[in-house]
């Protein structure tokens, strides 16, 4: 499971220019999964997410979390996170996982941040336009391979 996080002061995902979820200051978790991943690396992901203290302090340190500030999610399926490019110059997805069980795994990363957190979607598998104003920026990059 991959999982880019951008901390944003707004964001917002369209389809076919209809807003269909947006969120004030907080994250935007872009998500990818292969057939390898299952619901107890997906729970740690979400755990792992919530705990992040990536927004700042009184004292302008990163030191907040989203609970701290309050913030809101705003969250993306993304297959194309497990593009392979290493081979040509178009990406292969073969790593990516298959469109039921990463359907099904996005659906209950998202149902775990809800329980503490307003979580806002786009539509799984839908051509979506995303739009958002970093915070910093501040962007990671987390990969359930290296993490557990």
Request: proline content about 1%.
């Amino acid at each position: 499971m991959r999982v880019v996080i951008q901390r944003v002061k707004e964001a917002q995902v369209s389809i076919s220019n209809m807003v269909v979820g947006e969120i004030g200051e907080g994250l935007v978790i872009l998500v990818g999964f292969t057939d390898e991943d299952d619901q107890a690396t997906t729970l740690k992901m979400a755990k792992k997410v919530s705990a992040l203290r990536i927004f700042d302090d009184a004292d302008g340190k990163m030191n907040l979390s989203l609970k701290d500030i309050g913030g809101e999610i705003l969250s993306i399926s993304q297959f194309t996170l497990y593009g392979d490019a290493k081979k040509g110059n178009r990406p292969s997805f073969t790593n990516a996982a298959n469109f039921i069980v990463a359907n099904e795994l996005y659906n209950y990363f998202n149902h775990c941040l809800a329980q503490d957190y307003k979580v806002e979607t786009g539509e799984f598998g839908a051509y979506m336009h995303v739009e958002l104003v970093n915070d910093g920026p501040v962007t990671l990059i987390l990969d359930s391979k290296e993490l557990f």
